[in-house]
């Protein structure tokens, strides 16, 4: 039974440059959510997508932006990168409710310099 | 007020110790809730959740919930080395997870 799967693993921008990074989820799973996580934080909640819509958002810029696609794997997008954008970006799949927990991926490390 | 709150920590026992580790929550509505362990450089994994007022139990893990007093714990007994990590409290309201900022475990062997 696979797991949560993202890619890359790690990625280094430069800044002003777009990044997109990419996540399946378990099977079963319907829901994908993202987080940032910053070095010494818990992770911020990014957005959340369900039915291939965004069903919630945190607090973050329009610069970040995502889909998800039929087979429920979806994209995160993040455009005019800041030196404040590096991070872990973590994966989350869910059951709709995410009342069973949430199963998370190992994350891509994004640097930008 | 922050949504989901752990203010101790880093947190150190000698190996064998009762680890214990705290949260408060904000939000009365919230539904779920959990414990997620996060070893350095790695991703957040689940190891308890709970749903209703009490203790529950797997293995040497005991996490408890008090909703009046918005309130959440996590009991390790018999800490191990191994059990030396970052832990994170999560709840869920409205299908979204919030974490609190975590508590950093070191295991003295």
């Not at chain 1, 369900?50 to 993040?78: A, C, I, K, T, W």
Request: charged share 20%; net charge neutral.
């Amino acid at each position: 039974d696979a797991g949560v799967t993202q890619s890359p693993t790690h990625l280094i921008k430069t800044r002003g440059q777009q990044v997109t990074l990419r996540c399946s989820p378990k099977s079963g799973h319907d829901t994908v959510s993202w987080y940032q996580q910053a070095l010494g934080q818990g992770p911020q909640f990014i957005f959340q997508y369900y039915e291939e819509e965004e069903r919630q958002r945190g607090n973050f810029p329009d610069r970040f932006s995502g889909h998800q696609f039929p087979n429920y794997s979806s994209e995160l997008n993040v455009n005019a990168l800041l030196l404040g954008d590096s991070a872990l970006y973590l994966c989350a799949s869910s059951l709709r409710t995410g009342d069973y927990g949430y199963t998370f991926g190992s994350g891509t490390r994004l640097t930008v310099v | 007020q922050k949504e989901v709150e752990q203010n101790s920590g880093p947190l150190s026992v000698p190996e064998g110790a009762i680890a214990s580790l705290n949260c408060t929550y904000s939000d009365r509505v919230s539904q779920s809730f959990f414990w997620y362990r996060q070893y350095s450089g790695k991703s957040p994994e689940l190891i308890m959740s709970i749903y209703s007022n009490g203790d529950k139990e797997d293995g040497r893990f005991t996490a408890q919930l008090n909703k009046a007093s918005q309130y959440v714990s996590l009991l390790i007994r018999d800490s191990q080395p191994s059990d030396s990590a970052t832990y994170l409290c999560a709840v869920t309201k409205s299908f979204k997870l919030t974490f609190g900022k975590g508590i950093t475990l070191s295991v003295r062997p």
